[in-house]
């Protein structure tokens, strides 16, 4: 007589955190990364950035599967919000002193975009995996 043992959850599977839960949580760790940097250099610069890619990846494998849409457009609206209300509250935090709103938030995004594309890109492909794995290992 077999008996059938469960497997313990891969990496590609073990997500299972609701969507509203984890970008709340993202959300939160990403502005206090922006501060921190802030605090430390006065610009938002490369901890931030590493900050924003390990969160990338972070949410792409704690979301469940039937939550991976929100978790996919989450990385570039983060990004251009961190950088949009710098741009509005410290300019230079982002790009010159002297630019306006929307200038500033152009030159911070492009600053940063290393670590966007870097962290979406990493997001979506972590996301694109787990789909596959979903689909061809049913638990």
Do not use: K
């Amino acid at each position: 007589m077999s008996t059938v043992q469960a497997r313990p959850a891969t990496l590609w599977e073990a997500g299972n955190r609701r969507a509203p839960a984890v970008l709340r949580l993202a959300s939160a760790l990403l502005v206090t990364a922006a501060v921190l940097d802030l605090l430390l250099s006065g610009r938002l610069g490369l901890f931030f950035d590493l900050v924003f890619v390990t969160l990338s990846v972070g949410l792409a494998l704690a979301v469940r599967p039937s939550d991976f849409f929100p978790v996919g457009v989450f990385p570039p609206l983060a990004m251009f919000g961190v950088v949009l209300l710098l741009a509005i509250s410290r300019p230079e935090a982002v790009a010159r002193a002297d630019d306006g709103a929307v200038q500033a938030t152009v030159s911070g995004l492009s600053g940063h975009a290393i670590g966007l594309a870097l962290g979406y890109a990493a997001c979506l492909g972590l996301l694109a995996v787990r789909r596959q794995w979903v689909a061809t290992h049913p638990r």
